[in-house]
């Protein structure tokens, strides 16, 4: 088996594919001192799971655990909820040390033998564009300095994207993710920068473009990222142990990838709902039946980030957003 992309989800595969016996060549095109540009926030009561499966502890990975989280935005007022696992953690050392006693291959594999599998994340470096592709622009800073200790998020007005600082010990991350790139700038160009980083989001599921020939796609280069919060490392995990359960029982291609087909699509359909609603919102379409319906999913999504936001914000700061006064 073949990997390309050694972010999250293809260092997890390396790992867990490799303790199962299976033969994997791994390739990833980043610097060794490569700054991943990531909030690095994720909610430690779901990633412990994949942790313990790939023989992490955790805990040697936090960094700052939320108490509270400042949920606010251009249209309504700020207002705290209670953090149910929220944490920001060392992505970097993270993923290092996932593989750090595995062969990193310092060409790139022969991808077209045998099943190869694109974890390039925004890249779709083998599977190639997908014309119905949905991302944003994002940017952010490693900062000493950010307005809340809290960990908050701003969402822009019309769903347009939010704006985020995150605590990271000492320090903070703080970023802008929208359709506007200026916008993102402007919100964040008084921090102090200690380092900039930033790439383009994929904020949709392209589950009808998942494989190709020998190529299956995992992770974010599939669209697993939720469309409401931008969560994507413990998606991309999930999809990525998805594909570990059917590779354990299909040997024959097209069988294991239409297995894993089915299993993305029934873990992960519910995003195809939360895309719709942030272009809804978008387009002024607010008060519609559907909104209603996926507002109850959008709130599960903070929910499973780590956020235990209530149906009434969601409805009130989504749906139905007060007016500036
Ligand atoms: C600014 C920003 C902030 C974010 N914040 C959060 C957050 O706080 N919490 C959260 O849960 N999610 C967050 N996300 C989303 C999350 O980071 C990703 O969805 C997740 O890391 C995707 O994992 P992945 O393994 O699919 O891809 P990635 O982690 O993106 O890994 C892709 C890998 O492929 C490699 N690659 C690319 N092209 C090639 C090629 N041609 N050959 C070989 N290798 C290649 C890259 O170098 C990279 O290592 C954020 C995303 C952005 C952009």
Known sequence: MNICGLGVSGSYLFRRLTDLGFTVNAYD????????PCGYATNERKIEEY?????????????????????????????????????????NRFEHDMIKDLKIMKSMPNYSNGVSLDCSGISRALLGQSSDDYSMGAIEYLTDNAHHKSFYFNFYSKARGYFWEFPMGDRYHVGAGGLDQVENL????????????????????LFENMSKENILGIGEAIGCVSPITG???????????????????????????????????????????LHLLVKNLQEGKTMTINNIRFARTAMKEFREFGVNITAQAVLSHFIKPKRKK
């Open 186 to 205: 402007r919100r964040i160009d008084s921090y102090h920068k200690i380092l900039v980083t930033g790439r383009r989001i994929r904020l949709k599921p």
């Open 231 to 273: 969560e994507g490392i413990v998606p991309s995990l999930k999809s990525a142990e998805l594909f570990i359960e059917c590779a354990k029982t299909y040997d024959d291609i097209p069988m294991l990838f239409e297995k894993y087909g089915e299993k993305i699509r029934k873990e992960f359909g519910r995003y195809y709902g």
């Open 51 to 91: 942790c313990k499966l790939a023989g992490m502890n955790f805990d040697d990975y936090v960094i700052s655990r939320a108490d509270d989280v400042i949920v606010a935005g251009d249209n309504f007022a700020e207002h705290t909820f209670k953090s149910l696992g929220l944490c920001t953690f060392d992505k």
């Open 29 to 36: 095109v980043k610097r060794p001192d490569y700054y991943i």
